[in-house]
């Protein structure tokens, strides 16, 4: 019980020391961003300011906002920076409790579902952040000018950012539900018409109520679920190709020649031993002879 006492809390112990760890990182890399907190969201607005009408500009409505926005557009893209270092501390802490193939399975898809919620940021602030704020543009009335808040245009950026970061993320969670045997291939090729209409309306909730970023996000979802489903199958026959490869025999159990002396020593001691506890038992009684000793007559 105390034992495994001891080892609860020295769990405890290492999370906490990675957490800070993980947090200590992502201070440093705030820190050193701060002073470029201007330009960093200047950058970070660049889609729509290039979008706006002549004479169009963004506004504050609050009166720290100038301040407050720029810092966690900021303290997100130092998250951003200290990602691999963090995602490293929580793989540390994991890692010893799980399998070797396990190991095999889960490195690979932490660092592709890393990959893919980045390369979904960036489909949104190079693709789809231009195209909707251009769309905007040309749509509003005449008369009317569009000038945006600061902080409602973060609020909207990260919640497209996460929606289409998230959207990514289709191709693993299809090989993993493939490779855990939740469902089948061809169950998933069956569910296709219910996935494409299920991309549309997750489309329709997760974006601005737009049918352009609906399209946007709907199209690379139900693309998405297509590369899954190939990659799941290249798997499926990886592994199957690798479970039919003969077992390797496992020799027996080698030992040093000081153990095999002992052993052998072990034995010989032990032939030994039972010579004399043979010797030491008494003789064996005689039956019983139903006559007398020799030359006497027997008793009728």
């Known amino acids: 019980m105390v034992d495994g006492e001891e080892s609860f809390f020295s769990h405890l112990v290492e999370l906490r020391n990675r957490l800070i760890r993980a947090l200590l990182a992502i201070a440093i890399v705030f820190v050193a961003l701060f002073p ?49 270092f963090v995602l490293y501390q929580v793989w ?19 660092v592709a579902s890393v990959v893919l919620f980045f390369i979904g940021m960036s489909f949104a602030y190079f693709l789809v952040f231009p195209t909707v704020f251009g769309f905007m543009a040309r749509v509003a009335p005449q008369g009317v000018a569009w000038m ?26 299809v090989v993993v539900l493939v490779r855990t ?18 991309a549309f309306v997750v489309g329709a909730v997760f ?23 190939i990659l799941a199958r290249v798997i499926g026959k990886r592994s199957a190709a690798a479970d039919d490869l003969p077992a390797e025999v496992s020799p027996g159990p080698t030992y040093p020649p000081a153990a095999h002396a002992a052993s052998a020593q072990g034995e010989g001691s032990g032939s ?25 007559p027997p008793l009728r």
């Open 36 to 84: 470029w907190s201007k330009e960093i969201y200047t950058l970070f607005a660049q889609p729509l300011l290039v979008a706006l009408p002549a004479g169009g500009q963004m506004i504050a409505t609050d009166v720290i906002g100038v301040f407050l926005v720029p810092m966690k557009v900021t303290l997100m893209v130092a998250l951003v920076i200290a990602l691999p």
């Open 92 to 110: 540390a802490f994991v890692a010893p409790g799980l399998y070797k193939h396990e190991k095999r399975l889960a490195l690979p898809l932490v």
């Open 148 to 173: 945006t808040d600061i902080d409602k245009y973060l609020s909207f950026v990260l919640t497209t950012f996460l929606a289409f970061g998230s959207a990514f993320e289709v191709p693993v969670v």
């Open 181 to 198: 045997c939740v469902v089948s291939i061809e169950k998933l090729k069956a569910w296709r018409p219910y996935v494409i209409v299920g």
């Open 207 to 229: 974006t601005p109520p737009d049918i352009v970023s609906q399209i946007m996000l709907a199209v690379p979802l139900c693309l998405l679920f297509e590369l899954g489903l």
């Open 272 to 296: 030994v031993r039972t010579t004399v506890e043979t010797a030491a038992l008494p003789p064996a009684a005689e039956p019983a002879s139903t006559g007398t000793d020799a030359g006497e």
